[in-house]
Every structure is written in structure tokens, then in C-alpha cells.
């Protein structure tokens, strides 16, 4: 199983000496095969082995025949196998070599406005609102998880407004709450990614209903944390805390709901060698130490209502 | 007679009980719905029995409209852009609506799948254990004490879970092909003016083709995956999807709508893999 956020496109050209005209002949030929039923899931498994050696594999899916057709078509026909739960780690393979493909065309710059215009991330969400926890769908989810990772990961400003018009945000919360590490891991990631967004940033500070979610949310991860240290886990959810930190509103009310175990020693091995989340943290606790600047007088505190976020 | 209360959980892959040509719009679930009067509830309370369809009846149309909304929200920005980028070299509309109203019938009844299913039953099961403890308060011979008993709750539980588990696949069926007919009108209001566009072309005696994707594709894409113009495409993976439609049999799968302007609603009924239905009802319920 391959965590595929994080990991770059290699730039090998895709054309140029005769092998590559030779590959290149493969590749369009298994994306031909995509189109039968009979052929596709072959072509599924040998082009999602391609996917990150061939720099325009993903305009070649999507402006190809029936291409982007046939993997919704592979999406929506395991929806049966969702709910009542039966789905087999065959099904989960299959499928998962398709949203692989779809990552590919949601990390391409020159594909990634059509895919979301066209709205393909809300058929993985079925997926996401999962909650078995047998492997073919923990690696179902994890693998969706994979394509919105992708997305964010681009930094565009239009990945984060599409993502606030869905319910991608309580999706992951969840993930974060009751996933497997590596899944609770990459929906941190999300989140950290709509947070470093200044729309995203402002959305879930917009309301208290929307940050205490998030903050009990990180809270619970926080304390799960201290029982079953995952320094790379660890280091995402330090960085939403600081994000956070980063809105006014949310500062003072971070200074009352922080726990304790980031304060104390709970996490000192953890962090021991890993200086970023170590800066991030010191940052953080800058931050919550830091009166009221007088910027944040200009906004009246919507946030911080007579209730205060309870304390974790 | 108590039987122990089962837990409703299903493992098992189940085969779509019904097809699509199966659920009349016109007549609600009702008739799709078998009670298991062998239940012991049903035994010792035969007036329970008459409340039972109409609310559940009542239990799909409160899930219905948002349900059926969402599921075509998101079909057709999907199917529209998919099939405008896929048809944008081709001339021929009935080719190209035939491909989007097959499209749209499949994906359309996946979603509405998946979103209902799991909230409609946690729905039947509450609501019908109200409805029935509303009903047997209300009978002479039945105490509130006597309600209260484990015995009597137990049993109550197990009615509950065995009618939901029953109804669920007709209720969600029944929401499926609204949202599926009502998505088809919208799809072909949406693709109105493509479709126009090459009627247009055609009595003026030219071919229909998107001049900017042509030239995408001579520029970027290798020869070989080149949508090509004029030619007639390979429609397999649309076929496909008219093959089957998620959640139903495939047996009565309406046609596809390829010359005809209409849905050919007069296909012939076909009551299949279910027994237990009347089918006078049903396909009396039928003619429109």
C-alpha cells in the first residue's frame, strides 16, 4: 500500500528515444482498453503502475474517449458493495487502481480545474463516510483520502474553495477521530492545508459551532496521541493548532483549550529529533502568549461568545 | 412465543430484488411491500399490521425530496461536463443523448443509493418502533405495563428490525428511480443546446465540431487516443453503463433512448425475482 500525497511526479519525458515512442504506444493502447469491460481492469492495474513516470498521463485520461466515463463507471458499481458492507478485497483493489488514476488527473495542473468543475470528488465521499474497518475499506478510504490529498497539495486557491462548498471538513474530522494512523494522518493534512488557506482559515473560525468541532477534534487526537506517539501524525495536528493560532479569535480561545500533554513533557521523545515541529510548537505557544494586537481590535470578536470552548 | 432480536446486519452481498420496470412511481411502495405476518407482534396484534405501509410509505417521502435532489445535483454537473468534453467532436445528438441519458440513469441511481439507503433505514427502524408503541397503547387490552416488559420490548425490537429489513430495498428503489426520472428530464434541459447546435449544423449541411478541441488534441494528445471527428466512436464504456443500473436486476432494463424522443415508458412490465407482489396492482398502476 502506497501513500501517494507527498511523493512528486518524477519528470521522465515522455517521448524522445524509441523505447519511450514504444512505451508511450503501451500507454495509449491500455488507455484504449479502458473503454471495454473486458480489457479495463488490466489496463486499470498497468496504467496505475505508469501513473507517476509519464508526465501528461493525466491529460491523456482526461481528453481521451470515455476514459474519465469508464472510472466513474468503476466507482459507482462497488456502491452496492458499500452499504449493506461486503466488499472484497478484489473490489477494493479494482476500484483503488482507478481512484489512482484519478489522482493522477487531479494533481495535473492542466486537468485539475476540469475535475473539479466536472464535481468527480464527491463520488469518492461515499467512501470517506465509511466506517468498516476491514482492510478493503481502510484502504479504500485511504486511497480517496489520497485523491483529495493530492488536490490540496497544489495550493490553489480553487482546490479550497471547491473543498468549503462540500462536506470534505467533517468528513476528515471524523477520519481524524476514528481512522487508522496513516488514514487520521492524511486528513490532518487536509485539514492543515484548508487552514494554511486564508479562506479556509476564516471559514472554520467563522462560527464557534465550526472551530470547537475542530478544536475537540485535535483535542481527542491530542490525547490518543499521548497513548500511541506518532511523531509524523503529531507534527500535522501541531501544525493546525499553530494555524489556528494565526486568527485572532481563534488564539484567545486556543488559550483556554490547548491540552496540556503539548505543554508539558508528554511528547518530548517524539519531538526530540524532529526540529520543525519543535519551532512550530514554541511558535505556538508565542503566539498564545502574545496580547491582543491592536489589528485585532479592528474585528469585533464574532467567535468568542459568552460561551467559552470547554475545556478537554 | 418470543424469538430472540436479531442483530439487522447483512454480510452478505444481496442480489437487487427488484428491477428497475418494477417500481411504479404511480402507486408508491406500498404495493412493493410484503409484511411478514408470521411475526410473533403480528400474531398476538393483527391491528398492528394496517399502520404498517402507509408509514412507511410516509418514512420514503420525508427523505425523498432532499434525497432525490442531492443525488441529481451532483449527477448532472458530472454527466454534463463528461459528456460535453466526450461528444464535443461529435455531430450526430442521438448519439450523444443517448450516451448522457444512459450515463445519468447509472450514476444517478448509484448515488441516490448511497446517500439513502443508510439514513432511510435508521429512519424505519426509529419511527416504526413510535408507531407501533403509539398503536398498542392505544389498544384496549394492552397495558402500559405489559408494553414495558422485556418480553414485549424484544419482541417489538424484532418486528421492527425483521419489517425494515424487509421494506428497505423497495423504499430505496422506489427513491432511486424518482431521482433517476426526474434527472433524465434535467439532463436533456442541460444538454438542450448542444443538442440544438448540431441539428443546427446539420441542416446547413456542415459537421459539428468544436474547433478549440480539435486543435487541443492535434497539439497535445498522441495520434492514437485522439478522439476522431466525424468518425462514429466506440461507445462501449456508455453501453455499459445502460447495461445495468446500480441496486437493480438487470433483468427489464428499460431501452435506451436513442431514436425515440421519449422514454419508452410502455415497455412491457416485468415482475421478476419477486414473489409475493400482486401483480394486477402493479401493472394496472402502470399504464400512464
Not at chain 1, 518524477?10 to 504506444?25: D, F, I, K
Not at chain 2, 392505544?138 to 425494515?164: F, G, H, R
Not at chain 2, 423497495?170 to 439532463?187: G, S
Not at chain 2, 440544438?196 to 468544436?210: S, T, V, Y
Request: aromatic share 6%; charged share 20%; hydrophobic share 40%.
Amino acid at each position: 500500500m502506497s501513500l501517494n500525497v507527498g511523493m512528486p511526479l518524477s519528470n521522465v519525458q515522455s517521448s524522445g528515444s524509441s523505447q519511450n515512442a514504444l512505451e508511450m504506444n503501451k500507454i495509449c493502447q491500455w488507455i484504449l482498453e479502458l473503454n471495454h469491460p473486458d480489457t479495463r481492469e488490466n489496463a486499470l492495474l498497468e496504467l496505475s503502475k505508469k501513473r507517476e513516470v509519464v508526465t501528461d498521463l493525466a491529460p491523456m485520461l482526461w481528453n481521451s474517449f470515455g476514459t474519465i466515463a469508464a472510472l466513474l463507471q468503476e466507482i459507482v458499481s462497488i456502491y452496492p458493495a458499500i452499504n449493506p458492507p461486503h466488499l472484497t478485497a478484489h473490489q477494493s483493489n479494482r476500484v483503488c487502481n482507478a481512484l489512482a488514476l484519478l489522482q493522477c488527473v487531479a494533481s495535473h495542473q492542466d486537468t485539475r480545474s476540469a475535475f473539479l468543475q466536472a464535481h468527480i470528488p464527491l463520488w469518492l465521499y461515499p467512501f470517506l463516510h465509511t466506517g468498516c474497518k476491514t482492510r478493503p475499506f481502510e484502504y479504500l478510504r485511504l486511497t480517496s483520502l489520497g485523491v483529495i490529498g493530492a488536490l490540496v497539495k497544489t495550493d490553489e486557491q480553487e482546490v479550497i474553495n471547491f473543498l468549503l462548498t462540500t462536506e470534505i471538513i467533517p468528513l476528515c474530522l471524523r477520519i481524524m477521530e476514528t481512522g487508522s494512523e496513516l488514514s487520521k494522518t492524511v486528513a490532518t493534512f487536509i485539514l492543515q492545508k484548508i487552514l494554511l488557506d486564508e479562506t479556509g482559515l476564516s471559514y472554520i473560525c467563522q462560527t464557534y459551532e465550526r472551530f470547537s468541532h475542530v478544536a475537540m477534534i485535535l483535542g481527542k487526537m491530542v490525547l490518543q496521541l499521548s497513548k500511541e506517539q506518532s511523531g509524523r501524525l503529531l507534527k500535522h495536528v501541531v501544525r493546525c493548532y499553530l494555524r489556528l493560532s494565526d486568527n485572532p479569535r481563534a488564539k484567545e480561545a486556543l488559550r483556554q483549550c490547548l491540552p496540556d500533554q503539548l505543554k508539558d513533557t508528554t511528547f518530548q521523545n517524539v519531538l526530540k529529533d524532529d526540529t520543525s515541529t519543535k519551532r512550530w510548537l514554541q511558535q505556538l505557544f508565542k503566539n498564545l502568549e502574545a496580547p491582543a494586537t491592536s489589528n485585532n481590535q479592528q474585528q469585533p470578536s464574532l467567535m468568542i461568545q459568552p460561551q467559552q470552548p470547554r475545556n478537554l | 412465543p418470543v424469538q430472540q432480536p436479531v442483530v439487522t446486519q447483512t454480510t452478505q452481498p444481496c442480489t437487487p430484488q427488484f428491477s428497475y420496470m418494477d417500481i411504479n412511481l404511480n402507486t408508491g411502495v406500498m404495493p412493493l411491500i410484503t409484511v411478514n405476518e408470521n411475526l410473533p407482534l403480528l400474531i398476538q396484534f393483527p391491528q398492528v399490521k394496517n399502520v404498517i405501509k402507509p408509514f412507511i410509505q410516509t418514512a420514503v417521502n420525508e427523505l425523498l425530496k432532499p434525497g432525490v435532489e442531492r443525488s441529481i445535483k451532483i449527477t448532472l454537473m458530472t454527466v454534463e461536463h463528461i459528456i460535453k468534453k466526450d461528444f464535443a467532436l461529435e455531430g450526430d445528438e442521438t448519439r450523444m443523448r443517448s450516451a448522457a441519458q444512459q450515463m445519468t440513469r447509472n450514476m444517478t441511481a448509484g448515488m441516490a443509493l448511497i446517500t439513502c439507503r443508510e439514513p432511510l433505514l435508521v429512519s424505519l427502524v426509529d419511527k416504526l418502533k413510535t408507531t407501533i408503541n403509539t398503536v398498542l397503547q392505544k389498544l384496549p387490552v394492552v397495558s402500559a405495563q405489559y408494553i414495558s416488559t422485556t418480553q414485549m420490548k424484544d419482541m417489538i425490537e424484532y418486528a421492527v428490525n425483521t419489517i425494515s429489513q424487509d421494506a428497505i430495498e423497495a423504499c430505496v428503489a422506489f427513491i432511486q428511480k424518482t431521482a433517476v426520472e426526474d434527472a433524465l428530464v434535467e439532463i436533456d434541459k442541460r444538454l438542450a443546446s448542444e443538442y440544438e447546435i448540431r441539428k443546427q449544423a446539420r441542416a446547413e449541411g456542415r459537421l459539428h465540431k468544436d474547433t478549440n478541441v480539435l486543435a487541443y488534441f492535434h497539439e497535445r494528445m498522441p495520434e492514437q487516443i485522439r478522439i476522431k471527428t466525424g468518425s462514429s466512436q466506440f461507445n462501449v464504456v456508455y453501453e455499459e453503463f445502460g447495461r445495468y443500473i446500480p441496486g437493480f436486476s438487470t433483468t427489464g432494463m428499460p431501452s435506451a433512448p436513442s431514436v425515440s424522443s421519449e422514454m419508452q415508458q410502455s415497455t412491457p412490465l416485468r415482475i421478476t425475482n419477486f414473489s409475493g407482489i400482486n401483480t394486477d396492482e402493479l401493472c394496472s398502476g402502470f399504464k400512464r
